[in-house]
């Protein structure tokens, strides 16, 4: 069953704490993206990487890291240095043929709350 | 700046009736133009994308572009019940390395159907 699993569903951090969201794919698919979603708002790009052990910053990287050390596997860690970072946390991939109509499919979600 | 803009709605529409979502974006690079739903608190499922100037219909969905006035929309005909949801448009294009980027999204338009 082919598809792309985010774990945990639900998660809740202290202040000053680290925290790592997990994203998995076997689609075979080689490019991997985060997204954040706040209520109501539209999604920004944090992150992506289109090949194994490279990645970009997104539009709003500050206080994010990840990193791509296997094709199936994207992490994403929400440091203490993000101000605001209780939201929505979608993690997508896709074929990267180099083609803009690459098409992006969406993990169910991460939904991180700040104590 | 990339950016893609959207009625936040709500927009209602009758059951049968047709259900049109509008969108534009400012960058004229932009290459191919997706269209997800997202129901609340899930991820956003793909309706279909486009990028080519014209119509593209799949079953109930039809999505136009106009590339000169740089709008996508798209048409729900036959609304039902379930198609109420949150519509979002995105938009990709080419970042200066040649290789597809993230997705730019707007906010989206929430979609009332009344039974």
């Known amino acids: 069953d082919g598809g792309i699993t985010q774990s945990p569903k639900y998660l809740f951090r202290k202040e000053g704490q680290n925290v790592t969201l997990s994203c998995e794919q076997n689609l075979n698919h080689d490019a991997m993206y985060w997204y954040r979603q706040d209520p109501g708002q539209g999604l920004r790009l944090i992150y992506y990487?289109?090949?194994?052990?490279?990645?970009q910053k997104g539009d709003i990287a500050e206080g994010y890291s990840v990193s791509r050390e296997k094709k199936e596997s994207f992490p994403l860690t929400v440091t203490s240095a993000q101000k605001n970072p209780t939201a929505f946390y979608l993690c997508?991939?896709?074929?990267?043929?180099?083609?803009?109509?690459?098409?992006?499919?969406f993990g169910p979600g991460t939904r991180l709350t700040v104590l | 700046q990339k950016e893609v803009e959207q009625n936040s709605g709500p927009l209602s529409v009758p059951e049968g009736a047709i259900a049109s979502l509008n969108c534009t974006y400012s960058?004229?690079?932009?290459?191919?133009f997706f269209w997800y739903r997202q129901y609340s608190g899930k991820s956003p499922e793909l309706i279909m994308f486009?990028?080519?100037?014209g119509d593209k219909e799949d079953g109930r969905f039809t999505a136009q572009l106009n590339k000169a006035s740089q709008y996508v929309s798209l048409l729900i005909r036959d609304s039902q019940p379930s198609d109420s949801a949150t519509y979002l448009c995105a938009v990709n294009m080419f970042s200066s390395g040649g290789g597809a980027d993230g997705l730019t999204f707007g906010k989206g338009t929430h979609l009332i159907i009344q039974p």
């Open positions: 997508a991939s896709s074929k990267f043929s180099g083609g803009s109509t690459d098409t992006q499919y």
């Open positions: 486009i990028y080519s100037n």
């Open positions: 990487s289109q090949i194994v052990n490279d990645f």
């Open positions: 960058d004229r690079g932009s290459q191919s």
